[in-house]
T-cell receptor, first 115, second 114 residues
């Protein structure tokens, strides 16, 4: 069964450093998403992406965040200058189309630890 | 504004007990979808069910059942004869057709002991 993959599974970085989290969505999916989950808290939407553009973003997704689809398979989330409060699990998801009928398939997550 | 409330933070039961996880949602839209996800200790998010706003039929899948009531804006999840493997965090989520984001509740941690 096709699945969303994410690398790395765990990333440790120092405050102020840039990190890139990588995702490979399911191949025929057109919509891509990033969510984050601070430890012990709820899953929060960051951004959705379609046709090489951001479709929707939350208040959390400020100027330090950016997303990109650098090639036909990868979808990346860049955090420019990490802060301690960026420590969280970051989930990538993809769906065939938008709309609740189309399930968002989640990857296993990348745990980001900022020290 | 859209919101999902899972008032139960933690529930502990003994194996074979039935347990119901509550979910109350808020939305102004007439078309929306509701979801339940399971997050086991390993951390991944596992899709359990999707229900659209026009389908109020209850659903049963094995030991799992869901009760959707628009009149009370609730979408509750019942596990019958719970097992230790059911121990996880369960999230209810709302999807609004006008957007692309899933709005999650804070989750309910279910602990099933043997």
């Amino acid at each position: 069964e096709p699945e969303v993959t994410q690398t790395p599974s765990h990333q440790v970085t120092q405050m102020g450093q840039e990190v890139i989290l990588r995702c490979v969505p399911i191949s025929n999916h057109l919509y891509f998403y990033w969510y984050r989950q601070i430890l012990g808290q709820k899953v929060e939407f960051l951004v959705s992406f379609y046709n090489n553009e951001i479709s929707e973003k939350s208040e959390i997704f400020d100027d330090q965040f950016s997303v990109e689809r650098p090639d036909g398979s990868n979808f990346t989330l860049k955090i420019r200058s990490t802060k301690l409060e960026d420590s969280a699990m970051y989930f990538c998801a993809s769906s065939e189309s938008s709309g609740g009928y189309y399930e968002q398939y989640f990857g296993p997550g990348t745990r980001l630890t900022v020290t | 504004a859209q919101k999902v409330t899972q008032a139960q933070t933690e529930i502990s039961v003994v194996e074979k007990e039935d347990v119901t996880l509550d979910c109350v949602y808020e939305t102004r839209d007439t078309t929306y979808y509701l979801f339940w996800y399971k997050q086991p200790p390993s951390g991944e998010l596992v899709f359990l069910i999707r229900r659209n706003s026009f389908d109020e039929q209850n659903e049963i899948s094995g030991r799992y059942s869901w009760n959707f009531q628009k009149s009370t804006s609730s979408f509750n999840f019942t596990i019958t004869a719970s097992q230790v493997v059911d121990s996880a965090v369960y999230f209810c989520a709302l999807y609004n057709q006008a957007g692309t984001a899933l709005i999650f509740g804070k989750g309910t941690t279910l602990s099933v002991s043997s």
